[in-house]
């Protein structure tokens, strides 16, 4: 990806279950190795938005097809391409390891709440 061009803030999903799994009563947080944090909420009509580790804010939409979550930015501008990682169903305080679109190694944590979420 150039470097001119902001890679999506979602590192890895989790499997939303329904209308009252914790994928959409939660924050995924992701962890990067220098300890910056960006923040992922999934909605149950297929929306996400998000909040990067540079604190901007993205939204898009998401889908789940051959084992994986896939998430398509549309703002602040579209992205051309989906990202997917292998989704994981997953409770509040499960913690596990994936990678950022950057190939950076994360760790990813399911929390309850919704706080700092932008507005859509």
Same mark, same amino acid.
């Given at each position: 990806?150039?470097?001119?061009?902001?890679?999506?803030v979602?590192?890895?999903?989790?499997?939303?279950a329904?209308?009252?799994?914790?994928?959409?009563?939660?924050?995924?947080?992701?962890?990067?190795?220098d300890?910056?944090?960006?923040?992922?909420?999934?909605?149950?009509?297929?929306?996400? #938005?998000?909040? /990067? &580790?540079?604190?901007?804010?993205? @939204?898009g %939409?998401?889908?789940i097809?051959? +084992? $994986?979550?896939?998430?398509?930015?549309?703002?602040?501008?579209?992205?051309?391409?989906?990202?997917?990682?292998?989704?994981?169903?997953?409770?509040?305080?499960? #913690?596990?390891? /994936? &990678?950022?679109?950057?190939?950076? @190694?994360? %760790?990813?944590?399911?929390?309850? +709440? $919704?706080?700092?979420?932008?507005?859509?």
């Amino acid at each position: 990806m150039p470097p001119s061009t902001p890679a999506p803030v979602v590192s890895s999903a989790i499997a939303p279950a329904g209308a009252g799994s914790a994928a959409f009563a939660g924050t995924i947080v992701s962890t990067y190795p220098d300890g910056r944090t960006a923040r992922l909420w999934l909605h149950s009509d297929g929306a996400y #938005t998000a909040r /990067g &580790r540079r604190g901007d804010s993205s @939204a898009g %939409r998401w889908r789940i097809g051959a +084992g $994986r979550v896939c998430l398509r930015q549309s703002r602040p501008w579209p992205i051309p391409f989906s990202y997917c990682q292998p989704f994981v169903s997953i409770g509040y305080g499960s #913690t596990w390891s /994936g &990678r950022a679109p950057t190939g950076e @190694a994360i %760790r990813l944590t399911l929390v309850p +709440g $919704r706080a700092d979420e932008p507005a859509r």
